[in-house]
């Protein structure tokens, strides 16, 4: 079992809805992520959460809108989807930026 | 830019048949290279980091090696559980992996 945990595991959303995924750690890592990954493809990088702070954002769209309340948390706000986001969206952690990635298994999403 | 190419794309394997799965890496400063291994409908599971040529590491029947523009990872007398899809990433600065397309491999009883 991974000690990075993601909730739900699956959703379907509208494009109009408004849902927020989960992702939770425990080991004490103060840098966190979110990727998106397309199936057969790996993933991409979405945003890097450090000391609870937003440090990257690879151009993602605003209809993402990510947040970390805390050191243990991080959550990805979802408004107005279009069906090309459907994808399985993965949290990682690291103890600290330069240090190796673990990740949860990850939201599967689909936009009808 | 930072490309990583795996190659194959595809392993079929007979049970305790040994092979080798290829990365090659163009990264401008690379800062680790990291093998996962991917099982449907989960994420990626962390295996190995890489810093510098020559360096090797070992976890049960996976050995992983790194040159200065390529990485194998060796799979010796492979096991049904070790089908999976095995990723190498790199990292060119502090934050960013990088992943290449993955190879996808079966082993049959």
């Known amino acids: 079992d991974t000690e990075v945990t993601q909730t739900p595991k699956h959703l379907v959303m509208g494009m109009t809805n408004k849902k927020s995924l989960k992702c939770e750690q425990h080991m004490g890592h103060r840098a966190m992520y979110w990727y998106k990954q397309k199936a057969k493809k790996p993933p991409e990088l979405m945003f890097v959460?450090?000391?609870?702070?937003?440090?990257i954002n690879e151009s993602v769209p605003s209809r993402f809108s990510p947040e970390c309340p805390n050191s243990s948390l991080l959550n990805l706000h979802l408004h107005a989807l279009q069906p090309e986001d459907s994808a399985l969206y993965l949290c990682a952690s690291s103890q600290v930026l330069n240090q190796p990635q673990h990740f949860g298994d990850g939201t599967r999403l689909s936009i009808l | 830019e930072d490309q990583v190419t795996q190659s194959p794309e595809a392993l079929r394997l007979q049970e305790g048949e040994s092979s080798s799965l290829n990365c090659s890496y163009t990264?401008?400063?690379?800062?680790?290279l990291f093998w996962y291994r991917q099982d449907p409908g989960k994420g990626p599971e962390f295996l190995f980091t890489?810093?510098?040529a020559g360096e090797e590491k070992e976890k049960e029947r996976l050995k992983a090696t790194l040159t200065k523009k390529e990485s194998f990872l060796h799979i010796t007398a492979p096991k049904p559980e070790d089908s999976a899809t095995y990723l190498c990433?790199?990292?060119?600065?502090?934050?960013?992996?990088?992943f290449g397309a993955g190879t996808t491999v079966t082993v049959r009883a």
């Open positions: 990264v401008s400063g690379l800062r680790g």
């Open positions: 959460y450090s000391y609870e702070k937003l440090s």
């Open positions: 990433a790199v990292r060119p600065n502090d934050y960013k992996l990088s």
């Open positions: 890489l810093y510098s």
